[in-house]
């Protein structure tokens, strides 16, 4: 029986979408592999929203290259945001792949499955109807591998995409190009997909898109995210609901309402700001003021409480000065974000500001920034983390890593326990003992 392997770097998006691509792989008669080595077929799930993500693709590419002279009957896949609409181009430059598609093209999949050579059993199992593969079939917390080669076991928690592609075109950002434009899923296709999960033990699903908050705009209802949240926390048994990526632009009262009123939405939310400067904003064509996106925290802190934030941070955009990026870090210590991801510009060719500006800020530049920008985060998430010492918080434990195990609270706060008892896929109350800025540690607080 075949074996395959899936690769997956990037965002929670190639994820979700690698768990549905090994979902329908299991389903018609494949077996995950140990190893990418040991696999007949090879998927990669890629990204090239950064050069460095771009740089692990060509790298793996280039080691199938060679495995597959070796091996000529091993199958190599191609998906994520590598694959542009130039499919001639990548075949011509990498001959070693059998077969590129788009994210999210599962049909397309499914159907170069059926048209390769398998054996008699596997055959067999896809003339079956119930074989036809759907973004809502075959849903399961399947293990998985990411591009560590370590496998992504299976958790309580899961992936569900429920919006694809990008309308905004922010000048530095590859997405909407290789995503193409927003498509919502039916609500009622997302609900049942959540319940399948919920009786195969799911018990918190984190809701995603490249803008969340456009969801349903061009379905005939005109659904919004509320709603779909609404009708999502009536489900019985599931316990937590998240959501990501949101877009300061377009999130409106009637969210937060959302937020602040239905029990299993957690108190977490990630708004990139991107950067503190007006005039860096607007070349990143982002929609919004600094001045707009603090009085959109301050709103949504108002009707949230215990609200945890995150956010994202792009140094050394084209033509930022060191006056500029210290507006950034003036936003950040104004705000004190939970997290903030960090990362220096990339150009990627085709989008705006590749066509318009010059990469003007030096390597050494935007290093230096970077690590002045993780120090101050840092030292912010050393007081907010700091604060939760002595109370007691509810994890949902996801698993175990070097003896402890681990989960997040609903602020979205990695913490670790020891504790002898199987506590695996349980909500478990801990009493906080210790704080650093990336995660909490404390022990199990038994009730009287």
Same mark, same amino acid.
């Given at each position: !029986?075949?074996?395959?392997?899936?690769?997956?770097?990037?965002?929670? !998006?190639?994820?979700?979408? /690698?768990?549905?691509?090994?979902?329908?792989?299991?389903?018609?008669?494949?077996?995950?592999?140990?190893?990418?080595?040991?696999?007949?077929?090879?998927?990669?799930?890629?990204?090239?929203?950064?050069?460095?993500?771009?740089?692990?693709?060509?790298?793996?590419?280039?080691?199938?290259?060679?495995? &597959? &002279?070796?091996?000529?009957?091993?199958?190599?896949?191609?998906?994520?945001?590598?694959?542009?609409?130039?499919?001639?181009? +990548?075949?011509?430059?990498?001959?070693?792949?059998?077969?590129?598609?788009?994210?999210?093209?599962?049909?397309?999949?499914?159907?170069?499955?059926? @048209?390769?050579?398998?054996?008699?059993?596997?055959?067999? +199992?896809?003339? %079956?109807?119930? !074989?036809?593969?759907?973004?809502?079939?075959?849903?399961?917390?399947?293990?998985?591998?990411?591009?560590?080669? &370590?496998?992504?076991?299976?958790?309580?928690?899961?992936?569900?995409?429920?919006?694809?592609?990008?309308?905004?075109?922010? /000048?530095?950002?590859?997405?909407?190009?290789?995503?193409?434009?927003?498509? /919502?899923?039916?609500?009622?296709?997302?609900?049942?997909?959540?319940?399948?999960?919920?009786?195969?033990?799911?018990?918190?699903?984190? #809701?995603?898109?490249?803008?969340?908050?456009?969801?349903?705009?061009?379905?005939? %209802?005109?659904?919004?995210?509320?709603?779909?949240?609404?009708?999502?926390?009536?489900?019985?048994?599931?316990?937590?609901?998240?959501?990501l990526t949101n877009h300061p632009k377009d999130l409106n009262q009637k969210l937060m309402g959302a937020m602040a009123s239905l029990d299993k939405v957690c108190e977490h939310m990630e708004l990139p700001v991107q950067s503190g400067d007006d005039d860096i904003l607007r070349a990143m064509k982002r929609g919004y003021s600094v001045e707009q996106y603090c009085e959109l925290v301050h709103a949504v802190r108002q009707r949230i409480s215990q609200l945890s934030l995150s956010t994202d941070i792009?140094?050394?955009?084209?033509?930022?000065?060191?006056?500029?990026?210290?507006? %950034?870090? %003036?936003?950040?210590?104004?705000?004190?974000?939970?997290?903030?991801?960090?990362?220096?510009?990339?150009?990627?060719?085709?989008?705006?500001?590749?066509?318009?500006?010059?990469?003007?800020?030096?390597?050494?530049?935007?290093?230096?920034?970077?690590?002045?920008?993780?120090?101050?985060?840092?030292?912010?998430?050393?007081?907010?983390?700091?604060?939760?010492?002595?109370?007691? !918080?509810?994890? #949902?434990?996801?698993? @175990?890593?070097?003896?402890?195990?681990?989960?997040?609270?609903?602020?979205? &706060?990695?913490?670790?326990?020891?504790?002898?008892?199987?506590?695996?896929?349980?909500?478990?109350?801990?009493?906080?003992?210790?704080?650093?800025?990336?995660?909490?540690?404390?022990?199990?607080?038994?009730?009287?």
């Amino acid at each position: !029986m075949s074996r395959y392997f899936i690769w997956t770097i990037g965002c929670q !998006m190639n994820k979700a979408e /690698s768990q549905r691509i090994a979902s329908y792989l299991n389903s018609v008669g494949y077996q995950i592999a140990v190893a990418l080595q040991e696999a007949e077929l090879v998927v990669l799930n890629t990204c090239v929203v950064r050069q460095s993500a771009e740089d692990k693709v060509l790298g793996t590419l280039g080691l199938l290259k060679g495995l &597959k &002279k070796e091996r000529p009957n091993l199958s190599i896949l191609v998906t994520g945001c590598f694959v542009d609409s130039n499919i001639e181009g +990548l075949e011509r430059r990498f001959p070693q792949v059998d077969f590129f598609f788009k994210p999210g093209a599962y049909s397309e999949l499914a159907s170069w499955v059926q @048209k390769r050579s398998i054996s008699t059993t596997e055959q067999e +199992l896809l003339r %079956s109807p119930s !074989m036809e593969f759907t973004p809502s079939k075959g849903l399961t917390a399947s293990a998985r591998r990411n591009d560590t080669g &370590k496998p992504l076991l299976s958790s309580p928690c899961a992936f569900v995409p429920i919006i694809q592609g990008c309308n905004n075109f922010c /000048s530095y950002c590859i997405v909407p190009y290789r995503r193409g434009r927003e498509v /919502s899923r039916p609500l009622e296709e997302i609900v049942c997909e959540v319940k399948a999960l919920v009786k195969q033990g799911i018990k918190e699903v984190t #809701l995603l898109g490249q803008n969340v908050d456009s969801y349903g705009h061009e379905l005939p %209802s005109n659904p919004d995210l509320a709603d779909l949240l609404t009708e999502l926390n009536g489900i019985d048994d599931i316990a937590r609901i998240r959501f990501l990526t949101n877009h300061p632009k377009d999130l409106n009262q009637k969210l937060m309402g959302a937020m602040a009123s239905l029990d299993k939405v957690c108190e977490h939310m990630e708004l990139p700001v991107q950067s503190g400067d007006d005039d860096i904003l607007r070349a990143m064509k982002r929609g919004y003021s600094v001045e707009q996106y603090c009085e959109l925290v301050h709103a949504v802190r108002q009707r949230i409480s215990q609200l945890s934030l995150s956010t994202d941070i792009i140094v050394g955009f084209p033509e930022e000065t060191e006056e500029q990026f210290e507006h %950034s870090l %003036s936003l950040l210590e104004k705000i004190k974000f939970d997290v903030v991801h960090v990362a220096a510009y990339s150009p990627r060719p085709g989008t705006v500001a590749w066509r318009k500006y010059k990469d003007s800020v030096s390597p050494e530049i935007k290093k230096e920034r970077l690590s002045r920008v993780e120090q101050l985060q840092a030292n912010i998430a050393t007081e907010i983390n700091s604060t939760c010492q002595g109370r007691i !918080m509810e994890v #949902l434990v996801e698993g @175990k890593k070097r003896g402890k195990w681990y989960g997040r609270t609903r602020s979205d &706060k990695l913490l670790f326990f020891e504790e002898s008892n199987e506590c695996s896929g349980q909500l478990v109350k801990i009493k906080i003992e210790k704080s650093s800025p990336w995660a909490l540690q404390g022990k199990v607080e038994y009730s009287s």
